[in-house]
C-alpha cells in the first residue's frame, strides 16, 4: 500500500516538474545600429502576457518553446523570434523606419489688418435728465 503511494506520488510530481519545465526564461538586448532601446515593449504574440526594455536596452520575459516575441517601438520596424529550445538570449537590431524630410517649407498666415472702427452713440437730453 504504502509503495502505490508512494509511486502516485513521484509521478504526479514528475507530473509538475514536466508542466513547469516548458516556460523558459528568455533574456537579451534591444538596441539600434547607434545605441540601446530603453521602452522597448516585448510581447508574447496572441496573447496579453509584455514586458518593457529597462533603461540599459536589457529585458526578461517567461516564454514557451514555439511560441513568438514581438519586439516593438515607435519609429522602428516590428521584430518578430521564434523561441525555439536553445533559445535563452536573445540581442535584437531594430531597424528604423523614420523617413528623413528632404526639403523644408516656410508657410506664412495671411496678416490681419485691424479696421478702426468707430460707434458713435446719440443721447438725447430727456435721456440724461431722467437719470
Known amino acids: 500500500m504504502k509503495s502505490i503511494k508512494l509511486l502516485s506520488l513521484a509521478l504526479t510530481m514528475l507530473c509538475c516538474f514536466l508542466s513547469f519545465g516548458q516556460e523558459k526564461l528568455i533574456t537579451g538586448t534591444v538596441s539600434d545600429k547607434n545605441e540601446v532601446l530603453p521602452f522597448v515593449v516585448v510581447q508574447i504574440k496572441g496573447t496579453k502576457t509584455y514586458t518593457h526594455t529597462d533603461f540599459d536596452g536589457k529585458f526578461s520575459i517567461k516564454a514557451k518553446v514555439g511560441e513568438t516575441l514581438l519586439f516593438s517601438f515607435i519609429g522602428y520596424e516590428p521584430f518578430k523570434v521564434k523561441i525555439k529550445k536553445r533559445t535563452n ?11 528623413l524630410l528632404q526639403e523644408t517649407y516656410h508657410v506664412e498666415r495671411p496678416t490681419q489688418r485691424k479696421l478702426n472702427q468707430t460707434e458713435i452713440i446719440k443721447i438725447s437730453k430727456e435721456a440724461i435728465e431722467k437719470t
Do not use: A, F, K, R
Not at 538570449?89 to 523617413?99: A, R, W
Open 89 to 99: 538570449t536573445l540581442n535584437i537590431v531594430l531597424i528604423s523606419n523614420t523617413i
